[in-house]
């Protein structure tokens, strides 16, 4: 009665599917996240004496939300 200590089990068999799925799907995603580095826009001077009010695309957009 000779068993090989190579058989694999079903548990080690799932483990090891799983494993290879997660850095599968890592990888996939990698050279996806490297591209989404964008670069900070130059911040807006605002003036010395008020009018620093701007119609920006939230502030229209709050607007769009308050229409009855």
């Known amino acids: 009665m000779s ?3 190579s058989k694999l089990s079903r548990r ?3 483990a ?3 494993t290879m799925g ?3 799907a890592t990888v996939g995603l990698l050279p996806t996240a ?3 580095v964008q670069t900070p ?3 807006k001077v605002m003036p010395e004496r008020g009018g620093g009010y701007a119609l920006s695309e939230h502030v229209k957009q709050y607007y769009k ?3 009855v």
Request: glycine share 10%; aromatic share 4%; no cysteine.
């Open 3 to 5: 068993s090989s200590p």
């Open 12 to 14: 080690t068999l799932f």
């Open 16 to 18: 090891g599917a799983g």
């Open 22 to 24: 997660a850095v599968a």
């Open 34 to 36: 490297q591209t989404a």
């Open 41 to 43: 826009a130059a911040p």
């Open 65 to 67: 939300t308050t229409r």
